[in-house]
């Protein structure tokens, strides 16, 4: 099981949505009073970047996770604005963000109906609602949206390209596209080439490799006394990999380099 999360994007694409729906299961069983409401890696933050962000207990104990979502959506306005997370996995990032920052509205989507299902009972703040959905057809009219927010999912969509040219489309002409993920260093050329493609150009774009591993070393402890509270015997080595624990080869390339983690800020053309 520990191989199967280690080289889940060397797998054949037809694969990783069902195993995305597999694992999704998986933790609503483990998960039973509702706390795992991230599944990022965090951001630690540049000297003083979060000096002033006060939180409530339940986000402080996700703080590095909550930080990957101020930091990739740091050049949004969110006052009227309507947004929409591809990818919001359970809900933890679009509740702050809708809680913290009362845009107008905030939809969070995923492919597991089950997980927006456990979303929409889990978060109650207004004007946010989850849905289920596929990053590669999103079931929206074009021009809807302020903003689109995407947050350590899109490597695992079978089409990366498409779903750019569906966060192209439902974006306004004046919307702005919030994107963050884990990136080899080689791919991240064909990255770009494939947003410029889709018609976007980039605002602002930050190698945030170093914050990420930074994160996970602080919050590793955490995370691994939460694994160990929730997950059988079995589970837990695949557990410690997916949450890029100290010693998991997840974080071992982060460290080295053979793994990057890029923010970007984008606009249409
Ligand atoms: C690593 S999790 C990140 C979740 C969330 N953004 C966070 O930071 O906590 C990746 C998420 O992408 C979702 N996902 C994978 N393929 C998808 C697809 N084709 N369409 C929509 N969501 C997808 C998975 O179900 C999972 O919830």
Known sequence: ???????????????????????????????????ATFLNYGYSGEAGEFDHLTLKDEHEYHRYAVQLYCHTTRNHVFAESNLLEVGCGRGGGAA????????????GLDLNSGTTAFCNKRHKVAGLS??????????????????????ESARCYPDMSRFFREVHRVLKSTGKFHFADMIKPDDLATIEERLDHAGFVIVEKKDIRPHVVKALHID??????????????????AFYEFAGVEGSNRFKIFKTGEMGYWSFTLVKK
Do not use: C
Request: no cysteine; charged share 30%; hydrophobic share 40%.
């Open 220 to 237: 590793s402890a955490n995370r691994k006394t939460e694994i160990d509270k929730k997950t059988p015997g079995f589970l837990r080595e």
């Open 1 to 35: 099981m520990r191989k199967i999360v280690e080289k889940y994007v060397e797998l054949p694409k037809s694969v990783r949505m069902p195993m995305w729906r597999v694992w999704h299961w998986l933790i609503r069983k483990m998960d039973v009073n509702g706390n």
């Open 130 to 151: 989850f849905v289920t959905g596929d990053a590669q057809n999103l079931p929206f009219e074009n021009e809807r949206f302020d903003g689109v927010v995407n947050v």
């Open 96 to 107: 702050f963000l809708a809680e913290t920052f009362r845009p107008a509205s905030y939809i």
